[in-house]
């Protein structure tokens, strides 16, 4: 009597939205057009190919729903993910071939789960209370659910009334509690977790037929509006559509944020999810490409794992639906034909065919200035671009905010790319995904000791301390600002300050891309002003990608007895392997990297001080790359101005034995004029000097070259 209550109960909240199923991705009213679709567009075909290959090997296997065991990368949490993978494909498998062994092969699995589900307790290797369930972290049971939901919405018509009730009472139900209740901190968490967690709660609301899940998913637990999708798009989104995480992980977000729009656009669009905030989840599938280089690799900003591209699934979803969904962008086909696949459904039929016409143009990389903040008054992203795709310059300024918990202590930090490799690169995070050996696939202790130090990134480290102490907390509250962003035919520059990373410490970068007359590339030119009234340690890192070939200073080689560079901050972990000062006033150091030569010459005195250091120190279970910098150090003093000015020159091809142009042009850097209001400095580019002024307080006249 009391069961039948219950399913009652569960009747009585189960309002129909009228949509036929399914109604996500792959759509009813749809399905024969795609199936139309696959044999007509090359795109489309390969793709629902792929697709049938990875569903019949799932379908020849017996199905595997394991007790939760281990961390990521483990046996039962891979098989959880395959399990997720499968439902959603072959239930897509099931809608275009009419086979019903696809249905039934999701139905018996998820039946199967809802027999075990209610079974299981925490998981064994959860890091967090409460953690997650079918997953050592409740991100991934997020992830399950997005995946799951949009399976059954596929077999939802095969599947009888009783099994349908047996679902909903010993699957569903438990499973959207453990997200709204059990986990509910992260369901109303403002937080890539969140966007995750309320798009499987409200898909699941839409294909079971829960307005109740549906309105918590959009309001957040509380129904108040306080939480839930739309404040998340709120608050964690700029007016542009940054990200406040960073490029890698609006990589990420981007995935339950459009795919749950799509659903409410189907299911509810009274709402006009796409035209919400001037369409902000448009302009965030564009950043989340403006974000990317050439070699299609994600910024590697904050917490992100380099090898990373906009092939990833997530982003072959932002890019079907919003070429699909959205006012048609014929430059997003081109990065379609680039990842080499559609999502087979009612978009990719929209992307195929239109590639299969001939509609495709280049994606378009622009230079930007990038706003970040919900109200984009937290700082951004300057991007400067040069050049075609095939073979581009591309400097990029991260002015931005902390960046949440997964952000780094990295004001002002530069990133340059060149001949479709990284110059000066940012380590990213210490992470090894997947692999269960390395801190069950987690972040390991070295992210938080290197990568998210100040001293990993190429800016100012201060007296060998990270920026607000390493406290996220105290960084969280403050952003830089920007000063001056310009990008025409002449040059291009973007121009921040920090003020709170440090007490007493104000820190103005100015970068500049400029190409002299008769330069193949641009020179990527860096001022570094940094004011204070008592005294400090000043140090400016480079890390740099390839091999060092020269240098016009000597150095003390230091391989006979390595010693850390440091004790904390970071410094723990890099080896001093030789130490040079500067007899003169500039100071050069060349490097090649994929056969082109790369020349930093700086400006120095007496006092300045060059380190040359590899990362790898104070590393017992050999967590971290191997990777070199060299660090510009000003020791004792209260103002100062690097200026450095790195030039791309020449050749070098092994295979031929040819080396041209490995001499850099640039030298002779001198510092004019320099205070609180601007600073002067020329230097000289094959025998021609060059003169810029650069006015702080002047947005009018901010940089003159001549």
Not at 28 to 41: D, F, P, Q, T
Not at 166 to 177: R, S, T
Not at 192 to 208: H, P
Request: proline share 3%; glycine share 8%; with cysteine.
């Amino acid at each position: 009597m009391k069961k039948f209550f219950f399913i009652l109960s569960i009747l009585c909240v189960t309002i129909a939205f009228g949509q036929l199923h399914p109604s996500i991705m792959l759509t009813k009213k749809n399905a024969e057009a795609v199936r139309l679709g696959i044999s007509k567009y090359p795109l489309l075909k390969t793709s629902y190919n792929d697709l049938k290959s990875e569903a019949d090997i799932m379908l020849a296997l017996p199905i595997n729903v394991p007790t939760p065991a281990d961390g990521g990368g483990g046996v039962s949490h891979e098989q959880h993910k395959n399990n997720y993978k499968a439902a959603l494909s072959c239930g897509m498998l099931y809608q275009l071939s009419k086979d019903e062994r696809y249905a039934k092969y999701v139905k018996d699995m998820m039946m199967e789960y809802a027999r075990v589900y209610n079974t299981w307790g925490r998981h064994p290797k959860r890091k967090t209370q409460p953690g997650g369930k079918i997953f050592w972290q409740n991100l991934n049971d997020c992830v399950w659910l997005v995946y799951m939901i949009q399976g059954y919405d596929c077999i939802y018509d095969y599947v009888s009334e009783n099994d349908r009730k047996y679902l909903m009472e010993n699957l569903w139900i438990p499973v959207v509690n453990e997200q709204t209740v059990v986990n509910g901190k992260i369901f109303n968490y403002i937080h890539n977790f969140g966007a995750w967690s309320t798009a499987g709660v409200g898909m699941a609301g839409y294909v079971c037929g829960r307005k109740d899940w549906v309105e918590m998913a959009l309001k957040g637990g509380n129904k108040d509006g306080k939480t839930g999708f739309f404040k998340l798009i709120d608050d964690l989104f700029s007016p542009d559509g940054y990200y406040e995480e960073g490029p890698y992980y609006l990589r990420y977000a981007i995935h339950p944020f459009i795919v749950f729009a799509r659903a409410i656009q189907q299911y509810q669009p009274k709402l006009k999810v796409y035209e919400y905030r001037n369409q902000l989840l448009k302009k965030a599938v564009n950043i989340s490409l403006q974000t990317t280089y050439t070699n299609k690799v994600f910024f590697p900003i904050n917490d992100a794992l380099k090898e990373k591209t906009y092939e990833t699934e997530e982003l072959v979803y932002a890019t079907d639906i919003a070429y699909s969904d959205f006012q048609p962008n014929d430059e997003l086909l081109n990065i379609a034909q680039q990842q080499k696949r559609v999502i087979v459904s009612d978009a990719g039929l929209k992307v195929a065919k239109a590639i299969a016409e001939g509609k495709s143009k280049t994606f378009e990389y622009k230079s930007m200035f990038i706003k970040d903040g919900a109200d984009g008054t937290k700082g951004g992203l300057g991007v400067l671009r040069s050049g075609s795709n095939d073979n581009q310059t591309c400097l990029v300024m991260k002015a931005a905010s902390q960046g949440m918990g997964h952000g780094h202590f990295d004001r002002l930090n530069v990133l340059f790319f060149d001949n479709n490799v990284e110059v000066f690169s940012d380590y990213g995070s210490v992470r090894f995904l997947n692999v269960e050996t390395k801190s069950g696939g987690g972040y390991t202790k070295e992210n938080d000791t290197w990568a998210k130090a100040s001293i990993a990134h190429n800016t100012l480290v201060v007296d060998k301390t990270s920026h607000f102490n390493g406290n996220a907390e105290v960084g969280e509250k403050y952003a830089p600002s920007l000063l001056y962003f310009d990008a025409n035919k002449n040059f291009q520059v973007v121009s921040a300050e920090e003020n709170k990373a440090y007490d007493d410490v104000k820190m103005l970068r100015t970068v500049i891309l400029f190409q002299p007359q008769g330069a193949v590339s641009p020179l990527f030119i860096d001022v570094f002003k940094v004011r204070s009234t008592t005294t400090h340690q000043y140090d400016l890192p480079f890390w740099y990608q390839g091999h060092l070939t020269n240098t016009t200073f000597p150095y003390q080689n230091n391989n006979k007895q390595l010693l850390a560079f440091g004790s904390k901050y970071g410094y723990e972990h890099i080896w001093l392997n030789a130490e040079g000062k500067v007899n003169n006033t500039n100071g050069a150091i060349t490097f090649l990297n994929n056969r082109k030569y790369y020349t930093t010459t700086f400006l120095a005195d007496t006092t300045s001080k060059v380190s040359f250091v590899t990362l790898g120190a104070n590393d017992p279970d050999f967590n971290l790359r191997s990777e070199k910098a060299f660090v510009l150090t000003q020791p004792k003093t209260g103002n100062h101005t690097f200026i450095n000015i790195t030039e791309p020159h020449g050749i070098n091809n092994p295979l031929i034995e040819f080396t041209k142009g490995f001499i850099p042009l640039t030298k002779n850097i001198q510092l004019i004029n320099d205070n609180e209001t601007g600073s002067t400095f020329s230097f000289e580019y094959n025998n021609k000097k060059y003169t810029i002024q650069l006015q702080y307080n002047n947005k009018q006249q901010f940089i003159t070259i001549k």
